[in-house]
């Protein structure tokens, strides 16, 4: 797939093709005039069921269907690989495969989609919603408009938190009798004293799987956001880190990799098994990445009595700022493709459901007594084999679609943490989730659809092999690999992307 707009194309065509004949080729699937069948995407992260429970067919999938069957809708879960997903969609789309209702975290892919007739619009289905998520939905409701419809609804959260966090091994600077380290270059310094120190610790996690969480923030150290017009060019995707400034970042991280700080075959690694595993291990100094299973699970299996892995603030951009991009005002998008049209009332009074604070409730925590407790008032998760166990969803927020991160308050978020995590100390779990939900900004979106913005999804998975790539460079390379890695993304419509954008900033903003 080398031109990701042809697919989009061939996607759209087959959206368009099965709408005009949506009853004939996907029909309602009315049983008796009583029952709609509807299908909902399920991330499928490769979990093992036990108890004959499955991904797809489980005791909250059973329970979801006891709750919504007495409303004429049975809900169907279709696996979807998480790593790749949107592409997985794209091909089930050309299809006409693709479940009826959908996540994404691509804005640039429901842009396209919608202002090219291929989703339904909703505006028939929000006032079937819950007040309370319409009251917290409604400032980014125009953020899921394209082209005057509504295309897409919000996943909303309670609190706002980094996409991605920094982590330290605290005892590792104690013991080399350093101070916790505040900037890029304190944490340079460090990472070269764990590598001359400690042979048996690789001083920055870093895995091969092609995605952005490893080295995101570490490139945006290196720019600024102090011009709005380069914020609204580059912040809408992960051309992010393409800002200026980024070139000395990928030349640090390139010393990394030469100098052994990461670890020079992390390419190989393309499903982060050996990732995963030397973080269960605790085998790294230093970690930046959307998961915290180095606090979550590795003070359980972690064999070093002195390991002690903190979350910290450490990555200053040129400002002198320690914001990092958020998770967004929202999570993600819920769409709805045109083929389900035929089917959007029985679509509609599933998202109604899960709309509900307390149904949320529920979903998010994998059912009560399968996937969590109540203990004086706080949702205590369970750990994921615990939930598997029980016969619950492995991800139970992945479920979700209308709400997440459920808590409502900060205190809450801190308790439910130190609960569902008991192996980990109570200050590290405090400071974990208050590092999170600081210093942090939402990125600078366009409201509305661009024609560029079919070029998005390919370019995102594009800047991620770049890096790697630039990152990976042999000794003395460097310039002639990002010169040859660059052209490809230039190749891929990377220029029209960046001119589209700031000519919308020049017409809509700075006029």
């Known amino acids: 797939m080398k031109k990701f707009s042809r697919l989009v194309a061939l996607a759209l065509a087959a959206i368009m093709t099965l709408t005009a004949c949506g009853a004939e080729t996907k029909p309602s699937n009315k049983n008796n005039g009583e029952i709609v069948d509807i299908t909902v995407m399920v991330y499928d992260r490769g979990h093992e ?39 997985k969609v794209n091909l089930m789309l050309t299809g006409g495969t693709a479940p009826d209702l959908i996540r994404t975290y691509d804005r640039q892919r429901v842009a396209t989609y919608a202002s090219q007739g291929g989703l339904a619009e909703l505006s ?37 938190g980094k996409s991605h966090e920094t982590y330290i091994r605290q005892d590792l600077v104690e013991a080399l009798g350093m101070k916790t380290p505040t900037n890029k270059e304190e944490l340079i310094d460090f990472l070269y004293a764990v590598k001359e120190k400690y042979p048996d610790i690789i001083p920055y996690g870093m895995g091969g799987k ?47 990799v030469l100098d052994g700080i990461i670890d020079p075959n992390f390419v190989l690694d393309i ?12 085998k790294y100094a230093f970690i930046l990445n959307g998961s915290d299973a180095c606090i979550a699970d590795a003070y359980g299996t972690v064999s070093d009595p002195n390991y002690h892995m903190i979350e910290i603030d450490v990555l200053k951009n040129l400002d002198g700022s320690y914001e990092v991009p958020s998770q967004g005002a929202f999570n993600f998008y819920v769409y709805v493709p045109a083929t389900a049209e035929d089917r959007l009332e029985a679509v509609g009074k599933y998202i109604a459901f899960l709309s509900d604070p307390a149904i949320a409730q529920q979903v998010d925590g994998g059912l009560e007594g ?26 139970p927020g992945d479920n979700g679609f ?42 600078a979106l366009i409201g509305g659809a661009l024609k560029s913005d079919e070029y998005v999804p390919n370019l995102q998975t594009l800047i991620c092999e770049f890096i790697f790539k630039v990152m990976s460079a042999p000794e003395g390379k460097f310039e002639e690999v990002y010169a040859a890695e660059y052209q490809i993304l230039l190749d891929n419509h990377l220029q029209e992307v960046l001119d589209e954008r700031a000519e919308w900033y020049d017409k809509n903003i700075a006029k």
Not at 55 to 79: A, C, I, S
Not at 139 to 146: E, G, Q, S, V
Not at 414 to 433: C, F, G, L, M, T
């Open 370 to 395: 399968l996937g969590y407790e109540v203990v004086d008032g706080k949702r205590v998760g369970f750990d994921r084999a615990t939930r598997i166990a029980n016969g619950t969803s492995s991800n």
């Open 49 to 87: 069921y036990t108890g004959g429970h499955s991904l797809t067919n489980n005791k909250f999938t059973q329970w979801v269907n006891e709750q919504m069957e007495p409303q004429g809708v049975r809900v169907t879960y279709v696996p979807v690989p998480r790593s790749g997903a949107d592409d």
């Open 402 to 443: 209308m709400w997440g991160n459920y808590p409502t308050s900060l205190e809450d978020l801190i308790v439910e943490y130190q609960k569902s995590n008991p192996e980990v100390p109570a200050d590290v779990a405090a400071q974990k989730r208050t590092v999170q939900y600081s210093n942090y900004y939402h990125s």
């Open 124 to 160: 028939s289905i929000v006032d079937s919603l819950h007040p309370d998520y319409l009251e917290k939905a409604e400032p980014y409701l125009d953020m899921c408009k394209f082209d005057g419809g509504l295309y897409a609804l919000p996943n909303v959260y309670s609190y706002t």
């Open 271 to 282: 499903d982060d098994a050996k990732y995963e595993e030397n973080v269960a291990n605790g």
């Open 210 to 256: 092609t995605t952005d969480g490893k080295v995101f923030n570490f490139l945006l150290a290196y720019v600024s956001r102090a011009n709005e017009r380069d914020n609204y060019i580059y912040e809408p995707t992960f051309t992010m880190v393409l800002k200026p400034g980024h070139k000395d970042g990928l030349k640090q991280l390139n010393q990394f």
